[in-house]
Nanobody, 125 residues
Framework: VQLQASGGGLVQAGGSLRLSCAAS????????VAWFRRALGMDRTFVAGTHRTYGRLYYDDAVKGRFTFSRDNARNTVYLQMNGLTPEDTAVYYCAVGLSGILSNLWSDAAYAYWGQGTQVTVSS
């Protein structure tokens, strides 16, 4: 599975961006799919995603209520709508696809087999 992330950019605090992640095949309706981010000098952390078995959406507390994960299976694309951005959201954002059936692995980047190349999001104050 090849993933292509896009949609990052520079935005002022309070602004919005929508990230997209397109897959080379019909992966999103069968696998665990998530967005992660890595701020400069920090570990990569879970942002939002959906588990292959449980189906519901999960969000990190830091983005809950501001970010929305969605997907369009017909277009093999997932999205991350980001509203109310703050400088603390500045990071490289990655989409990822995983095969694990264990729910607790949703939050672990080590459990994901396929990664997009990352798209930079910079929020100015």
């Amino acid at each position: 599975v090849q993933l292509q992330a896009s949609g990052g950019g520079l935005v002022q605090a309070g602004g919005s961006l929508r990230l997209s992640c397109a897959a080379s095949e019909r992966a999103f309706n069968s696998y665990t799919v998530a967005w992660f981010r890595r701020a400069l000098g920090m570990d990569r952390t879970f942002v939002a995603g959906t588990h292959r078995t449980y189906g519901r959406l999960y969000y990190d507390d830091a983005v809950k209520g501001r970010f929305t994960f969605s997907r369009d299976n017909a277009r093999n694309t997932v999205y991350l709508q980001m509203n109310g951005l703050t400088p603390e959201d500045t990071a490289v954002y990655y989409c990822a696809v995983g095969l694990s059936g264990i729910l607790s692995n949703l939050w672990s980047d080590a459990a994901y087999a396929y990664w997009g190349q990352g798209t930079q999001v910079t929020v100015s104050s």
